[in-house]
């Protein structure tokens, strides 16, 4: 009666009180497609690790950790636990000072027991209403789609990178609910075509994304052409489309994608834009989160769509302290996962998983009795049948640069139209033409380091 999701957790175990029947919920939740399940996928693992280690040694490669990395701005598997092994000691004391606190919350209720992994949701939860009072549902009615895009999105572009948006009700898309905008630079120039399509319908895929339907290129005298996808429930007619706070920030983190799009300036269409590294191409998209709860953006979007009242500043300070909260669990759970993908890739077939599963987490020092690894290996869909293998790594590698440049940002003036110029030139326009990593220094004025990841997610 209850659907296993595939991750290590499940909704239900924040709201269940029966102990026993939540242990029962994460023990199958672990167990699946183990060695005594009748879905075992060991074999079929085992299996493909051989291939990836003769595929990688066809490339005269001595890993396909090795072979995969090369590839990515990271460069070797080395360089990648040097990142990871310098956040894990912080992860790991964290989860355990959070343990504590839930502990606390637990014993009013059930005076002998410790938090298992099966209870943390629920007492995180709990304490989350006492320490944080944030109930981010009531935002909702502040955050009316044309608004938050023309008043909020367009406007932060605007203030950055000079951009101006105009309307084309004239110009047909692809459906009839797309929004098409002409994209103008401030001297007049045009720059390309931006199409948003908002709203959720039958055939249209899940979640959010970018893509370009035509690439920037001096080589075929190109303009881009970018749109933008929600699956937003469309209001019926006459009814305002109020978003979810998660979906403000979605939309933020996808018009970042468009802004590497939009704003490319090279000469060859395969440099073009986001044509960049698996773990690079996310870090603009995640950087242009931050002007969401920027000051000055939000007094301008965040207006209440029937009384006209600016959303209160006091939220700001909540909404940004909720960043750190969790992060110990949350970052042992991802980095377990991590590690995990680059032990399998790197080393060769194991003989037995499960034992090799606990001891690569071991070595780690990221072993924790209440913290599950985000996925076990024999459900590991993202390295197995996602395009991830030795590539889980690259959610972190990616939001190392995203901290560290929103940091550059808040210590550099912010929302200035001479920041926007500095991060369009040195990096977004080059799109793929240079090497990424090379361009991120270039923007810093530095080495990136992992300190502002730390502070943000409260892990120091
Ligand atoms: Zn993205």
Excluded at 31 to 40: A, E, I, T, Y
Aim: hydrophobic share 40%; with cysteine; net charge negative.
């Amino acid at each position: 009666m209850i659907p296993l999701l595939n991750y290590s957790g499940h909704p239900l175990l924040a709201k269940l009180e029966d102990r026993e029947l939540k242990e029962e919920i994460l023990n199958r939740t672990l167990s699946r497609g183990s060695r005594g399940n009748q879905n075992d996928t060991s074999n079929v693992i085992l299996q493909m690790l051989e291939l990836r280690k003769q595929k990688a040694a066809l490339f005269g490669f001595e890993s396909y950790a090795a072979y995969v990395t090369s590839q990515q701005t990271a460069k070797s598997p080395k360089n990648i636990h040097e990142v990871l092994r310098s956040i894990a000691p912080a992860a790991i004391r964290n989860a355990n000072a959070e343990k504590s606190l839930l502990d606390e919350l637990m014993r009013l209720e059930n005076p002998d027991a410790e938090v298992e992994a099966f209870d943390w949701d629920r007492y995180s939860e709990q304490l989350k209403k006492r320490d944080y009072d944030v109930d981010t549902g009531e935002l909702k009615p502040y955050f009316e789609l044309r608004r938050v895009l023309e008043d909020g999105v367009f406007f932060a572009a605007g203030k950055l990178f000079g951009l101006r948006f105009v309307q084309r009700e004239d110009l047909v898309g692809y459906h009839p609910d797309n929004w098409i905008y002409e994209v103008f630079y401030e001297d007049g120039e045009k720059c390309g075509l931006y199409i948003f399509d908002p709203y959720a319908r039958p055939s249209k895929s899940g979640g959010a994304w970018m893509n370009n339907l035509i690439d920037q290129s001096h080589l075929l005298g190109k303009k881009p052409i970018v749109v933008n996808n929600m699956n937003i429930p469309k209001p019926a007619a006459g009814e305002a489309a109020l978003m979810t706070f998660d979906e403000v920030n979605t939309l933020f983190h996808e018009f970042g994608h468009t802004l590497h799009g939009i704003l490319s300036d090279v000469t060859y269409p395969r440099f073009s834009g986001t044509s960049v590294e698996r773990d690079f191409v996310e870090f603009p998209s995640q950087v242009n989160e931050m002007w969401m709860l920027w000051p000055e953006v939000l007094e301008n979007y965040a207006i209440h769509f029937e009384t006209g009242k600016k959303l209160d500043k006091s939220w700001i300070e909540k909404l940004n302290k909720l960043e750190a909260f969790n992060q110990g669990y949350e970052t042992t759970h991802y980095l377990q996962a991590a590690i995990l993908d680059l032990a399998l890739h790197e080393s060769d077939a194991p003989k037995d998983l499960a034992n090799f599963e606990q001891q690569a987490i071991k070595d780690y020092g990221l072993s924790h009795q209440a913290v599950p690894t985000r996925y076990k290996i024999n459900y590991f869909a993202h390295i197995f049948g996602g395009g991830y293998a030795a590539g889980y790594y690259g959610y972190i590698w990616s939001e190392v640069l995203d901290a560290d440049s929103v940091n550059w940002f808040r210590e550099n003036g912010g929302l200035t139209r001479e920041n926007g110029k500095r991060f369009a030139e040195l990096l977004l326009a080059r799109g793929g033409s240079k090497d990424s990593m090379q361009m991120a220094r270039e923007f810093l004025g530095r080495e990136p380091s992992i300190d502002a990841l730390l502070v943000r997610r409260g892990l120091n």
